[in-house]
């Protein structure tokens, strides 16, 4: 582990916090350095957040059904910000009504995230998909692990 | 047996000032001022003062302390310089005011060529330079960095940024012959601030180089000490007040608005944690003593501004005057920044001005309370400090001492249902310094808190039970 930063927290006017907290928890032992923001998150914190610390990766909460409107111009946002190589993983309750997964993934990768996650995921799995995806890109940099 | 006496002096931009204590009864047994000489010799204008002191006394004391604050030759004028605007940036601000200075510009994200050039053309006291947490951003303070050590400042630099990258922005500014103070990140980890380290740093900077920069130290001899910027001297002799000290019980939570002809600064000595249940706090946290300063609202230098905000017509009615006597006052204050209101009218509209500064400078200072709906339910956000339910309001500056009506200026502090949204005290014991001797209280809480304390709880003078309806421009 390499003890990447990573920014977590509910975004908009959501104040469901027991999931994100127990999924920053698990990444915090898994050797992560986590800013845990908390609900009620406005987008511009997380940026805010990620440029002051220097952060590898911002993982966005969201289960009230509002998601897909509060995450729309994300990626715009960290761009603006020169944030422009940072990891964006979404999850929880994105949309509001019986979706098909598939479907709701789809919409928050076209809007830049490079992975959503549906409801119920293990934070085993985000754990695996992070460490799978900072490889990539050690090995895209040409760095070596250490 | 002899008693034993303070001298506190306080070098304003116009006047210095000079209170001396008794230091067994805990009053002030006599006051001077004289005009301030920084420009010529800061000494000149203070002798003066003592001859004045002296002729009270008939021969003057030997004073035990003799301890002075400075807001002369422009005050302790800093730049502060972070990452994002409402964090490192916000917390460097922060640290400058609290320290007492007063903040000429500020900057965030990366300084570039005509950044470097408005900061050498202000010439600022000292530069502080903060930006990313512990382990976070260091890219940007180092640009900065170098971006300072290639330009013509002449001043320190303090160092309050991202730790990792400390010993190389302190490097960088040495090599290119710049003084340099390092110390504690203003903001080490994510909403965590930790500005206490760097308004120490501001504050011995202060001592080792600005007091001998502006030729204060000429009055060395005169006085042991010129401790610290006069702001920073009220907003200590406020936290004394508030706290008490070694089991004599102070105010407890206080809010202390200081009305001048420049600025209306609010200090609030409170952690204005949420006083209603169920309420998400949100934001940088705030300074346990914190103050701010608005440089847009002063009664003299900027008192346009002021009718420009809240309008010549709001001001005239609330002066029960016309717009135009308004504005005729209006330039005969500005053409003056010394002028004392002579006539009734003059005084309801100075009276006026400043419960409008007050008003605006308040609510800038006190947090908001705003309600946001969610999915389940309403749910209330804190932005800011709560002060609702602080227990004192100090009213400081000469327009309070000047003013028939002091009461009704400080009151335009208080909340009101025209802003329900705002955090400010509801329902305070109004307190008036009288004596001007919040700095006098904050230098001598140095060197004898006890007699500080004594000092500031038996001289302000109780507003409550005053008049609170409007002025009647006849009387």
Known sequence: MTGETLITGVIGSDTHIVGNRILSMALEKAGFSVIALGALTPADDFIKAAIETDADAILVSSLYGQGELDCQGFRDLCIEAGLNEILLYVGGNLVVGKHPWPGVERRFLDMGFDRAFPPATRTDDVVEALTRDFEARRGRAGKAEP | MSTSYALLVDFGSTYTKLRAVDLEVCRIVASAQAPSTVDSD???GLALGLRRLEEQFGTLPNFKHRLASSSAAGGLRMIAAGLVRDLTTEAARRAA?????????????????DDVRRIVDSAPDIILLAGGTDGGNSDVILENARALAMSDIGCPVILAGNRVARDEAQDILTTQGKTVVATENVMPEMNVL???PAREAIRSVFLDHI???????????????????????????GRLLAEGYRGKDGFGDLVLVDVGGATTDVHSIAHGAPTRD?????????P?????????????????????????????HSAGS????????????QENAERVPTTASERAVDDALASAAVTSAAARHAGSIETIYTANGAASVQRGKDLSEIGVLVGTGGVFVHSRNPAGILRAALASSTRPDSLLPRNPTLLLDQAYLLYACGLLSTKAPEAALELGLRSLTHLNNESTHGHNPAA
């Open chain 2, 42 to 44: 800061i000494s000149t």
């Open chain 2, 97 to 113: 005011l609290g320290a007492g200075a007063k903040l000429t510009e500020t900057f965030s994200h990366r300084l570039i060529a």
């Open chain 2, 194 to 196: 930790n500005i206490e």
């Open chain 2, 211 to 237: 007091v001998r920069a502006k030729g204060i130290d000429r009055v060395q001899g005169m006085l042991d000490e010129v401790l610290m910027p006069t702001p920073a001297a009220v907003l200590s002799g």
């Open chain 2, 278 to 286: 169920g309420v998400i706090v949100q934001g940088l946290p705030e």
């Open chain 2, 288 to 316: 346990y003593d914190k103050r701010t300063v608005e440089g847009d609202l002063g009664l003299r230098h900027n008192v346009a501004t002021i009718v420009e905000q809240c309008g010549a017509e709001a001001i005239a």
């Open chain 2, 322 to 333: 016309t717009v135009q006597e308004v504005g005729r006052v209006l330039t005969a204050f």
